[in-house]
């Protein structure tokens, strides 16, 4: 061999010997708080297919609320298998009439796919401009990072649509939820939105305890 050869050969084997050394996945061991980096890994021996399996996105969520409209996340919290890897689901069901709010996912891009019934959606970029769609089946729609948007049922029969995450843990920020359904003092939502007292007092009193 020459010196190539031989140079080439330690550069394959190191190369092979530190990609086997990565760890394949980092199962989240939820019996420790997350991080901002996300859980802390289970150890391996204890990992079983379960961690990587769910079934609960099978079943249409109680829609029997305010919003006549439910989100059933598979996030690192319920599906811990996705920590780390930068992905998670999530359902969405719509009654008729049923809105998912103005939200914002901080840490993740979502996918949305309707699987049955209308859904018009829409986001707002940070340039304020306003982009809406009514998806029927089968239609996608991104939402990127961070952005106010909003899903509504826009037929007459339920909704189901499934959201795909950038994210193990993309979280999920109703507005209104954050302004109305807190002990955040009336005075200062008055303030800082610019919305009159009989409106803030009316928020509040329909979405207290809700968020
Ligand atoms: C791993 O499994 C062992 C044996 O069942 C258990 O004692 C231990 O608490 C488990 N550790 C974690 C982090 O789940
Ligand atoms: C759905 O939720 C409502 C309100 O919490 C409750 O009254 C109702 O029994 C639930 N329905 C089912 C099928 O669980
Ligand atoms: C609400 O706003 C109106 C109009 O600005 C004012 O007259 C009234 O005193 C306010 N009420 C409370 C409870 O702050």
Do not use: W
Request: charged letters at 10%.
């Amino acid at each position: 061999m020459n010196m190539f050869h031989i140079l080439l050969t330690i550069f394959v084997l190191v190369t092979y010997s530190a990609h086997a050394a990565v760890q394949d996945f980092c199962v989240a061991d939820l019996k420790v708080p997350e991080s901002p980096a996300g859980y802390s890994c289970k150890p391996p021996t204890n990992v079983t297919v379960d961690d990587f399996v769910s079934s609960s996105l099978n079943f249409a969520a109680n829609t029997s609320n305010i919003i006549n409209a439910a989100v059933t996340p598979a996030f690192a919290a319920q599906l811990p298998g996705v920590n780390g890897l930068g992905i998670s689901i999530a359902r969405l069901d719509l009654a008729p009439g049923g809105v998912i709010p103005m939200h914002t996912h901080p840490a993740g891009s979502e996918l949305l796919l309707v699987t049955q019934g209308v859904i018009k959606a829409g986001f707002i970029s940070s340039a304020n401009k306003v982009y809406i769609k009514t998806l029927k089946k089968g239609d996608i729609m991104v939402f990127p990072q961070g952005l106010l948007h909003f899903q509504l049922n826009a037929g007459g029969v339920p909704a189901v649509a499934f959201a795909s995450f950038s994210s193990a843990s993309p979280g999920l920020q109703i507005t209104d939820f954050a302004l109305f359904a807190n002990d955040f003092p009336s005075s200062l939502v008055e303030k800082t939105t610019f919305l009159d007292n009989a409106t803030v007092r009316k928020l509040k009193a329909v979405l207290r305890g809700t968020g």
